[in-house]
């Protein structure tokens, strides 16, 4: 088993525009709910992808962000 600080958790595409386009969205928030605050608990990294997507300019960027907020 790796050691939590070898380990992270990576959440993709969970902002409020993404989740709502999907019906499995229900059922998946409430166990990030619990997922993510036991994973910092454990010393984990929390990251969250986020698709960003700029029309005007053509351009689709994947970024990892790391949220220290609460959800």
Same mark, same amino acid.
Do not use: H
């Given at each position: 088993?790796?050691?939590?600080? !070898?380990? *992270?958790?990576? =959440?993709?595409?969970?902002? +409020?525009?993404?989740?709502?386009?999907? +019906?499995? *969205?229900? !059922? =998946?928030?409430? =166990?990030?709910?619990?997922?993510?605050?036991? !994973?910092?608990?454990?010393?984990?990294?929390?990251?969250?992808?986020?698709?960003?997507?700029?029309? +005007?300019?053509? =351009?689709?960027?994947?970024?990892?962000? @790391?949220? @220290?907020?609460?959800?």
């Amino acid at each position: 088993m790796n050691a939590p600080s !070898a380990t *992270a958790l990576i =959440v993709g595409d969970m902002q +409020a525009g993404i989740v709502g386009a999907y +019906a499995f *969205a229900d !059922a =998946v928030l409430p =166990v990030l709910e619990s997922v993510i605050p036991a !994973a910092r608990d454990a010393g984990v990294l929390v990251d969250f992808l986020v698709d960003r997507v700029f029309p +005007a300019r053509g =351009v689709e960027i994947l970024t990892a962000e @790391t949220w @220290t907020g609460s959800l």
